[in-house]
């Protein structure tokens, strides 16, 4: 079955930096396309990136750009989110997404906060 396992959030101060991990397993990782989302206490899940299956096509939402950086390693399984310059208001829980079938993971829990 699909599985989409995320980690690598925790606390950490504005202008620091985490990076997240989705290990995928129960399909061929390499043929989909992968998504980043967040949600934040009292608000919509909202996408932050995505990257096609061959990581050739990347797009992110505006707040992010310049600051996330989304890639993946398709001998590993693995997407990953770069946060680097990270503000409070990049406090959220971080979901990895498969749109195709609609898989999630459970999600890792970023705060930024000094």
């Known amino acids: 079955q699909v599985q989409l396992v995320e980690s690598g959030g925790g606390l950490v101060q504005p202008g620091g930096s985490l990076r997240l991990s989705c290990a995928a397993s129960?399909?061929?990782?390499?043929?989909?396309?992968m998504r980043w989302y967040r949600q934040a206490p009292g608000k919509e899940r909202e996408l932050v990136a995505a990257?096609?299956?061959?990581?050739?096509?990347?797009n992110y939402v505006r707040s992010v750009m310049g600051r996330f950086t989304i890639s993946r390693d398709n001998a590993k399984n693995t997407v990953y989110l770069q946060m680097n310059s990270l503000k409070p208001e990049d406090t959220a829980r971080y979901y990895c997404?498969?749109?195709?079938?609609?898989?999630w993971g459970q999600g890792t829990q970023v705060i930024v906060s000094s």
């Open positions: 129960g399909f061929t990782f390499s043929n989909y396309v």
């Open positions: 997404n498969r749109p195709i079938g609609d898989f």
């Open positions: 990257i096609t299956s061959s990581g050739r096509d990347i």
